[in-house]
């Protein structure tokens, strides 16, 4: 391999102009890296990085991940807004509504607002509610504070819906012949559903 070293450079400097030369054979695709549905998940960090993603969590799912990158520029036009709050909420998979203390009812103390997460079958754990304070404390506004999170949930589940028809008929064989039968019987449908909740209550800190 050519190099542009002189003809007394020393063994160390032709070893790292060696090492050196073979950065050119790495293929690095940009457009991949810096694209959220597309960049590796192990380089999911810097690109968050890159992006000026205000709160991250390793403990987020892959999805949540991407989406919360993906939801950095939008988020950062209007932060410290209504709707930075809930852009940002809404990419970690919850539903959030927000109610500001003029649209509670009763009225709550002037320039709060609480939030309401809709929540399913992965429920709310402390490191979530960790991070979704962490989100909303960097993209609302400084006048602005959070009162209380409430949580809402939401079960759902498939019914099934099963019967089985018992017929029965008794035929007498005279020296008439039967010209038309009809036969009547009543369809009864019975079904059960059943819903569990785990609940899990934490001390409040001081």
């Excluded at 002037?110 to 979704?132: H, K, M, N, Q, W």
Aim: proline letters at 5%.
């Amino acid at each position: 391999m050519s190099d542009l070293l002189p003809s007394n450079a020393t063994a160390q400097e032709r070893a790292m102009s060696n090492a050196t030369a073979r950065i050119g054979e790495i293929d690095v695709p940009i457009n991949t890296l810096w694209n959220p549905k597309t960049c590796p998940e192990a380089f999911l960090p810097w690109l968050a990085w890159a992006l000026s993603v205000d709160v991250w969590d390793e403990s987020w799912s892959e999805k949540q991940k991407r989406a919360t990158i993906a939801a950095s520029v939008s988020v950062h036009r209007i932060k410290g807004t209504r709707g930075a709050v809930t852009a940002a909420l809404d990419a970690l998979g919850y539903a959030v509504t927000l109610v500001e203390w003029f649209e509670d009812d009763p009225e709550g103390d002037p320039y709060t607002f609480r939030l309401v997460i809709e929540v399913d079958d992965r429920g709310v754990d402390e490191a979530l509610y960790t991070s979704l304070v962490q989100v909303v404390n960097r993209t609302k506004n400084t006048r602005s504070h959070l009162s209380k999170i409430s949580v809402a949930a939401k079960s759902s589940g498939t019914t099934f819906v099963g019967g089985v028809p018992i017929l029965g008929d008794v035929v007498t064989v005279s020296p008439w012949s039967i010209s038309e039968r009809t036969n009547e019987s009543p369809t009864r449908v019975g079904s059960t559903v059943a819903a569990y909740d785990i609940l899990t209550v934490s001390p409040l800190e001081a």
